[in-house]
């Protein structure tokens, strides 16, 4: 999960593998019969990382220090006390990186850069206007990245068919409606009324329309039913739902090792063609989709994450039926190449297609990078 804002994309087209060989461990993947064809021709495969959970070297090398920095100081803020002061030290190793996901045949690597390491305290704000006008007269595409968690009703019930909806215009809508129509969600706006600013008409112009692609980071799936909590307003008890994991005793998924996370396949195909119809059918592209382990899982255990592999072969057959279906997504990340330093939990939740020591940074890829190699690799 990424909490970092600046975005970047490096394309792998051209780059020659130098380091490490993924040689076949056991049979993966040949339980499915997803490969790269049975995606349009230029859809990109990637993975995802944000600077703060891989780069480490928190205060070297001209990075000033940022808020999580300060936040990780007092002890217990994460489960194992851990700092991101090296994390997976990504910024002395990034070619063995680069060359994995080479190897893997990974087409992009979606990263960022530490805003405090780019631009050091004061200076910070002329570069960034600096940055914004120089952006602007280039010829790139510029989109929004979202997190969307689908919310499905709970029940047939109109309430709870109702509150599914508010659930999705409250998070995703309350961005993507403005960026397509100009104001925000009628829903909101009716709900919240006047602690919801409105647009002026130039402000309404202007961000109609603004993003050439929307990105979308989605992991799971939850239910939504219609409850009222007016206890006091916030901008969660406006949603009116009440949020559950399971229905009738069932759970709604399999829970990965973060409790948040369930494994709700059919929840992506949901989001994306949701996203399709009610925001005239945008340029998607999937920012972020991944689930973990725990973290105190060594080696070789650790390498054998058939769940994740399961994972990812469910998730990417679903969003290949809502592209079969006229969605008009273009890529998708996977979250993340590495184990990288999870935010709130530290070290204690893994992500990675690759393991990493935590002693010596070696890199070691799992089944489920051998997976993705053999699904998206293009044979030459
Ligand atoms: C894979 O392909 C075979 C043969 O075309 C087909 O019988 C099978 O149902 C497919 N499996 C999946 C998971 O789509
Ligand atoms: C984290 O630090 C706190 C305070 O020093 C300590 O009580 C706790 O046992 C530490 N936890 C771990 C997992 O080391
Ligand atoms: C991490 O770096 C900060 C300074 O940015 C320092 O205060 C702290 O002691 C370091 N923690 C460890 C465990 O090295
Ligand atoms: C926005 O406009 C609506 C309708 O004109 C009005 O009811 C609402 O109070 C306005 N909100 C604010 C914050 O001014
Ligand atoms: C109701 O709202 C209050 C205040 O935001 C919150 O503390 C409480 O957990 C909410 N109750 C439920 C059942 O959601
Ligand atoms: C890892 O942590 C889990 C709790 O999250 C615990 O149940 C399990 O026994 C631990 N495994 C090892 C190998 O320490």
């Excluded at 990034?94 to 990974?106: K, L, P, Q, S, T």
């Excluded at 997504?329 to 993340?336: H, L, Q």
Aim: proline residues 4%.
């Amino acid at each position: 999960m990424e909490t970092t804002p600046p975005l970047l994309v490096l394309l792998l087209h051209g780059l020659l593998g130098l380091s490490m060989a993924l040689s076949v461990h056991g049979k993966v993947g040949e339980n499915t019969n997803l490969t790269r064809e049975s995606f349009p021709p230029g859809f990109v495969f990637g993975t995802a990382s944000s600077a703060y959970q891989v780069e480490g070297n928190a205060n070297k090398y001209g990075r000033g220090p940022c808020i999580w920095d300060t936040f990780l100081m007092h002890p217990g803020t994460t489960p194992d006390n851990a700092t991101a002061n090296v994390t997976v030290d990504e910024y002395h190793r990034y070619m063995d990186d680069v060359d994995n996901m080479v190897r893997v045949g990974f087409d992009a690597y979606r990263f960022s850069i530490s805003w405090s390491r780019i631009f050091p305290r004061e200076i910070l704000k002329s570069l960034q206007i600096s940055a914004s006008k120089r952006t602007a007269q280039q010829k790139g595409k510029i989109g929004i990245l979202l997190d969307f968690v689908w919310y499905e009703a709970l029940t047939d019930s109109i309430e709870d068919g109702f509150a599914a909806h508010r659930a999705r215009m409250f998070t995703l809508g309350w961005f993507l409606h403005p960026i397509t129509y100009g104001h925000y969600p009628e829903t909101m706006e009716k709900i919240v009324q006047g602690r919801l600013p409105n647009f002026t008409f130039e402000q309404s112009e202007m961000v109609k329309g603004s993003a050439d692609y929307i990105g979308i980071n989605h992991y799971t799936t939850y239910y939504a039913s219609h409850y009222i909590n007016d206890t006091e307003k916030s901008y969660r008890n406006d949603w009116n739902v009440k949020l559950s994991y399971s229905r009738n005793g069932v759970p709604i998924g399999k829970k990965a090792y973060s409790d948040w996370l369930y494994v709700v396949p059919w929840g992506i195909y949901k989001a994306v063609m949701w996203t399709k119809e009610k925001f005239n059918n945008p340029v998607i592209i999937i920012g972020e989709n991944g689930v973990d382990q725990p973290g105190n899982e060594t080696l070789p255990g650790a390498l054998y994450d058939t769940f994740r592999i399961d994972y990812f072969e469910k998730y990417l057959h679903e969003l290949k039926c809502a592209l079969n279906d006229g969605a008009n997504v273009i890529g998708y990340f996977a979250w993340s190449l590495l184990d990288t330093f999870e935010w709130r939990l530290g070290f204690t939740s893994k992500f990675g297609l690759v393991y990493v020591d935590r002693q010596t940074f070696t890199r070691y890829p799992k089944d489920s990078a051998r997976w993705f190699r053999k699904v998206i690799k293009k044979e030459d």
